[in-house]
Structures are given as structure tokens and as C-alpha cells.
């Protein structure tokens, strides 16, 4: 880096001197910097110009972390905004504000973060102007540009967004590729931080010094998805998802970006603590009360079709069938399990149903499923229907259906939708203002646009959206706590189609990478691991299914196996039965990126604290410290974990459970087998049998 900075010195020489002999206002003498550090120390920022062109630097601890990485546009009609930007004003703010989820993985939110607004301007009394907004928070910032209403700027036609990451150190990257065919699901890939291609976000860098670093963005709101290309070395650059009309976002000033963000953490648990800024970087809740949305566990009608033996289109092993859904009520009733969703019971799943056009009826269902007396059936044993909208990627086919669709499950008391977008990356199919139709990206402005469109329709309606092969997460949930959870990353499904399978590793690349973001709905829980189908298996062991529940976190958990599997299996299948989907609070214990992770989280509604750890394919003894319990009270550990001889290929389902007593200042040690893990509930004694 100190080559680059060297060059655009001299450059800013020679731009500054010929400004000097042009008689224009001395580039020279603009040349300002701003610093700036967050709370605790640890972090420090620099922002200003090199040579006219804006860039910012961040050290943690004094080392540094990004060195000068440029910010800028390149616009479709207009010269690009990079150059000939001097720092015409900034302004320090400080917050500590507390805030609380109405569900989520911590009640009690607090944004403590030091802000400072830079200003940039082009010379002459028309020059174009942006702001650049930083906020540092103890571990991790935030920036986003800030467009004023002016002259010049009316409308900002983006070809391209400058913004650098130059990460100042090499070090590890695991990470996924953007712009492929696949969307968000691929195996993460962990390669040296100078082997990355172009990458979706979050990416997850560990440092040769230690330190650990997610790269994201925050409030991602009528604005094209960021992805990350590699340019050189360690230096990455902003790359917008393309557009199929030309410049990648289009927006009227005054407007705001989304935040780019870069957690900062010293170990990879950190990592996870410090995602909360992606929350308290998004607006506020938009929706008022939002007691109607309710966090809950759902069977389905689902992973029947994914091992073949059902199908969505009607026939003779067609899921969706009155009988198959009344069996699958009954057993949620008699579980405590709130919702069944079902799968293939509209009209078009006949034939390729994805990527094509108008190929779904949202509300006419095939004659052997009977949506209203189903819904009547449920309600009348305190079951909800999980409602199902695939779209194929037909965003148009589906938004022009969108407000009988959203009414049809409303009035039957469906409150929570899993919509579906499966068509290859680039083939979604959009309609454009004027009429036309286009095809485009998953994560592109129309995209980001249309699930904004879903939530907020849904949300008019009082129901929840749980998109798969969705848009990124990027904290929306905060302002419309009914985006609930969302696919996004290689899910379970995987495991029963083969191509490959997801490795024991999978989860525990999640948990640092994908997890940073936000939900996953990854639906854990299968318990007939071994055939999933011929030559197919799941790669964990039945503990690491229970553990998942802790560790992967979502509002709404699938027990995603048939439900014969649970029948057959009550002992373990308790944990599913108790294990809650909202959290008072969450303390990652311990991790490694790809390696293991264990969580501990407590119950929003109860003193019960849960536990789930997991491991890849190396089998691992981790001593736990339950620092976490209430020092006041005394636990009945009811524990999950791998039985004697388990292994994830030769031994899946074996499982020993236990009760023990512990309390606070106790251990615990965990022996997770290879593609293993361990569930515990802690289910919390009255306090009068404290000692
Ligand atoms: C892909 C989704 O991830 C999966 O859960 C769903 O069953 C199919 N699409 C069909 O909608
Ligand atoms: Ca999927």
C-alpha cells in the first residue's frame, strides 16, 4: 500500500500545482484530514483526501487494519465523482442509546458509537458535494454516503460504487462467490485473503496478527446489492449487482447508501457479538406494534419432496394432500408445534416451474388439498399454517398476484409466508414501470425493491416473510420485524440432493460467515440421517441436528425431518419440543471459523438457558465455564450429545442423554465426535434450592 499512497501523493502534487497555475482554489492547501476514534480505543479512523480523491484508513489497536482505500462513484452521464474533492466541513457526533428487539437473539441493545460527517465538495460555487457518515462503534464501523438535494445532482445515475477495503495485512479468507449462476449457495470456499474472487458478503478474514474481520453493509434499502472483487494483493473494491437497464442503481437526491461495514473482533465468537452493528445501524422499528409476530417451530410438508418420495405436483405421491396435512397437524398439536407449512398445494408446480413466466396460481390449490377446511382443522387445534409462495424467480408474476395472494392467507389466519425466488442468478424476471419485462439479479436494486414491496405488503396484513433464495440479510428485521428469517446460503436441502452434500465443516463455517448477517431458515432437525437419499446422507451426528437449534439462529426453526422419524425417536426429539426460538440473550463462548463453535443463549420467556456446540469433521473436547448461569440458582443440565462411538459417516444416531445438576462457576466438558456435537437445556430450579 505504501506504493499506492506514494503514487496518488504525486499526484495530488501535480494536481495541486497545476490547480495553482490555473488560478483555481489550491488543491494543495485542501489536502485535510479528520480522525476520529471509537469507544474503548481500539479503533481509529482517518478520512481525507490524497491528491483530490477521497479515501479512509482504520487502525485497530494502532495497527493497521485498512489502509487509504479509496470512496467514489462512477456515474452513467455525468463525470465521475473521485476526483478534484477537497474536505469542505466535519462534524462529531457521539450516541449511547439503548434499544430492544421485540424478538431476536438479545433483548437489550445498546448502540454506543462515535460518529463523525465528512463533506466533500468539487471546487467553484456549483461543485457537486456528498457527505461520507462514520460510525465507530468498540468493535467495528459503519459508513454510508450521504447525497444532498443540489444543482448538479438531481438524480444519480450509478455505473459503478469506488468504495475500497485495502485490508492492510495478509491473513485467511472463507468466503463465497458472487456473480455466479447459484446465488448465495455455495460451500465456503477458505482460501488465503490474496486468493479471494469476487464475493458476496459477509466475508470473514482472519488476519496473520489474530485479528478477525467481517466485511458487509448494512440497510439495504433501493440500492443494488455490494458485492466484494479482489483487485490485487489484499485489496478489494465495491462491485454493485448488475442491472439489466444500464446503471446498476438509479436514485434521486436526497438519498442515503446502504452502511459498508467491517466488524473488528480479536477472536472469531467476537465476530458474532459485534454483528449487533448491522442492527443498530438499520432505522428503527417502521412497523409499531409487532406483538403479532410470533417466533415459533414449524413442521412441514417439505422434506418428503426433497427425498423423492412426495412430489409438489398433484399425482400419486403428491405431498400436499388433505391426509398428509391433517397427519402432520395432529402431530404439531400434539408437539406444541405452531406451524405446518405446505408445500405444493397452489397450481403450477406441473412441469419446470422455475425460471419460467406466469407459471404460479397463488390461490387456486390443486382438488385433493382443501386450503380453507385445512386452516379451519388447524386453528380448531391451536395449529397455524405456514403459508408458500414460490415464485420461480418470477418477481413480476408474483407482484402482480401479490394482493390477492397476501389476502387469501390472512384471511385464514396464515401469519408467517415462506416466498421462494429459484431461478439462476441474473434470470429473475422483473417488470419495469413502463411495462416491460426484464430479467435481472436476486440482489440487484429491483430486487431489494421487490422483497421491500413483499415485507411491507405482508406486514400490512399482519404476516411474516421468510424469503428463500432471497436477498442478502442486512438488518432489515430491525425496522420490519416481519422479515422473520430468510434461506440465503446453502440450507439443508442440500443434503438430500447430493452435488455434493453439505461437509461436517458446513455449520461451522455458517456460524462465522453467513450467521453474521442475520436469520438463516436452515431447517435442522433431521433425524434419519443415513440414506438421506441413495448414496446420500446428512454429515453430522443426531447431537449436532439438536445443537443446530442453539447455534444457527432463527425466529423460526424447522423440524425439518418426517415427522414418522420423530415419532420414533422421542427422546431426542424432546430437545426440538423445548428449545425456544427467542432469546433473552446470546454469549458466544467459544469458535473457530470452520472449525467448532458452541453458543450459549437464554430463554426470552423463562430462566432456562440453552446450550449448543458443534464441530467439524474432527472429533473435540471443549471444557465449558457456565459463567453464564444465574449465580442464584441451581440447573437441571438435561444433555444431548454423541454417544459412544458416534461418528457423522460410520455412526450418526447414536446419542446419550443425561441429567446432571450444575450451577454457575461449574465446567462443563464437551466431547463432540467427528461431525458431532452437543444440546443441553439448562432448565433453571427454583432459587430456593441454591445453595
Ligand atoms: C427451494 C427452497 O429452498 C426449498 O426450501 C423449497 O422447498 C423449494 N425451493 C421449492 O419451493
Ligand atoms: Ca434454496
Redesign the pocket.
Known amino acids: 500500500m505504501r506504493c499506492r499512497t506514494i503514487i496518488f501523493g504525486l499526484f495530488g502534487l501535480i494536481l495541486g500545482l497545476s490547480a495553482l497555475l490555473a488560478g483555481v482554489a489550491p488543491a494543495l492547501a485542501q489536502e485535510r484530514f479528520e480522525t476520529l476514534r471509537g469507544p474503548d480505543g481500539h479503533i481509529e479512523l482517518r478520512v481525507g483526501t490524497e491528491g483530490g480523491s477521497p479515501v479512509w484508513s482504520a487502525s485497530w489497536n494502532g495497527s493497521p487494519v485498512i489502509a487509504p482505500s479509496r470512496l467514489g462513484f462512477i456515474l452513467a452521464d455525468q463525470t465521475k465523482l473521485e476526483r478534484g474533492l477537497s474536505v469542505v466541513a466535519a462534524a462529531r457526533t457521539s450516541r449511547d442509546t439503548r434499544w430492544e428487539q421485540p424478538w431476536g437473539e438479545r433483548r437489550a441493545m445498546r448502540d454506543r458509537h462515535e460518529e463523525l460527517r465528512v463533506t466533500f465538495a468539487e471546487g467553484g460555487p456549483d461543485g457537486r458535494r456528498f457527505d461520507v457518515v462514520f460510525r465507530l462503534f468498540a468493535d467495528g464501523l459503519g459508513f454510508r454516503y450521504e447525497f444532498p438535494d443540489q444543482p448538479r445532482l438531481k438524480e444519480l445515475r450509478i455505473q459503478e460504487e469506488l468504495t475500497e477495503f485495502a485490508v492492510a495485512e495478509a491473513g485467511t479468507a472463507w468466503w463465497i462467490p458472487a456473480g455466479e449462476w447459484n446465488r448465495y449457495e455455495y460451500l465456503y470456499r477458505r482460501t488465503p485473503i490474496a486468493e479471494v474472487g469476487q464475493a458476496h458478503t459477509p466475508i470473514t478474514l482472519k488476519l496473520d496478527s489474530g485479528l478477525h474481520l467481517a466485511l458487509h453493509e448494512a440497510a439495504l434499502v433501493d440500492y443494488s446489492a455490494m458485492w466484494l472483487r479482489r483487485v490485487e494483493g489484499t485489496l478489494f473494491r465495491a462491485s454493485l449487482s448488475p442491472s439489466p437497464t444500464g446503471p446498476k442503481v438509479v436514485r434521486s437526491a436526497p438519498f442515503s447508501t446502504p452502511w459498508r461495514t467491517v466488524l473488528m473482533a480479536p477472536d472469531a465468537p467476537g465476530l458474532i457479538t459485534a454483528a449487533d452493528i448491522t442492527l443498530h445501524l438499520n432505522e428503527p422499528n417502521a412497523l409499531g406494534d409487532v406483538s403479532w409476530v410470533v417466533p415459533h417451530t414449524y413442521v412441514g410438508i417439505?422434506w418428503g419432496?426433497?427425498l423423492d418420495r412426495w412430489t409438489?405436483a398433484p399425482g400419486p405421491r403428491h405431498g400436499a394432500t388433505n391426509a398428509n396435512v391433517r397427519r402432520y397437524i395432529d402431530f404439531a398439536a400434539a408437539n406444541g408445534i405452531r406451524g405446518v407449512l405446505v408445500?405444493g398445494w397452489n397450481r403450477g408446480w406441473e412441469g419446470q416451474w422455475w425460471g419460467g413466466e406466469a407459471v404460479f396460481d397463488f390461490v387456486t390449490p390443486y382438488e385433493d388439498f382443501d386450503l380453507e377446511g385445512l386452516a379451519a382443522y388447524a386453528a380448531s387445534k391451536g395449529v397455524r399454517l405456514v403459508g408458500?409462495h414460490?415464485t420461480g424467480g418470477d418477481v413480476a408474476g408474483y407482484e402482480a398476484q401479490l394482493g390477492p395472494a397476501l389476502d387469501l392467507y390472512a384471511r385464514l389466519g396464515v401469519d408467517s409466508i415462506?416466498t421462494?425466488y429459484?431461478a439462476d442468478a441474473g434470470q429473475a424476471r422483473f417488470r419495469l414501470p413502463d411495462g416491460t419485462f426484464v430479467r435481472g439479479w436476486h440482489d440487484s436494486q429491483l430486487a431489494a425493491r421487490h422483497h421491500l414491496l413483499v415485507v411491507q405488503e405482508a406486514a400490512r396484513r399482519r404476516i411474516a416473510i421468510n424469503p428463500?433464495?432471497p436477498i442478502k440479510d442486512t438488518g432489515l428485521r430491525r425496522t420490519y420485524p416481519n422479515w422473520v428469517s430468510r434461506?440465503g446460503a446453502r440450507?439443508q436441502?442440500y443434503n438430500a440432493w447430493g452435488s455434493p452434500t453439505n461437509p461436517p465443516e458446513h455449520e461451522a463455517n455458517l456460524v462465522f460467515t453467513r450467521m453474521l448477517s442475520g436469520p438463516m431458515d436452515f431447517?435442522p432437525g433431521i433425524f434419519a440421517l443415513k440414506p438421506t437419499q441413495a448414496g446420500r446422507q446428512v454429515n453430522t451426528t443426531l447431537a449436532k441436528q439438536l445443537a443446530l437449534y442453539v447455534v444457527i439462529y432463527s425466529p423460526i426453526q424447522m423440524a425439518a425431518d418426517l415427522v414418522e422419524h420423530y415419532e420414533a425417536n422421542p427422546a431426542p426429539f424432546r430437545f426440538i419440543r423445548d428449545v425456544p426460538t427467542d432469546w433473552e440473550d446470546t454469549r458466544p463462548l467459544a469458535g473457530e471459523v470452520g472449525d467448532y463453535a458452541v453458543i450459549a443463549r437464554q430463554d426470552r420467556n423463562s430462566a432456562d438457558w440453552y446450550l449448543g456446540a458443534i464441530t467439524d469433521e474432527s472429533a473435540r473436547t471443549l471444557e465449558v465455564r457456565l459463567d453464564f448461569l444465574d449465580p442464584a440458582r441451581r440447573y437441571e443440565a438435561q444433555i444431548y450429545r454423541d454417544g459412544p462411538g458416534a461418528h457423522f459417516d460410520t455412526n450418526p444416531t447414536v446419542i446419550t442423554i443425561e441429567t446432571v445438576t450444575v450451577q454457575a462457576g461449574q465446567s462443563l466438558t464437551l466431547q463432540l465426535a467427528a461431525g458431532g456435537g452437543t444440546a443441553i437445556r439448562f432448565r433453571a430450579l427454583d432459587r430456593s434450592t441454591a445453595r
Request: charged content about 40%; proline content about 0%.
Open positions: 417439505w419432496m426433497h409438489w408445500e408458500h414460490e415462506k421462494g429459484v428463500h433464495e434461506e440450507g436441502e431447517t
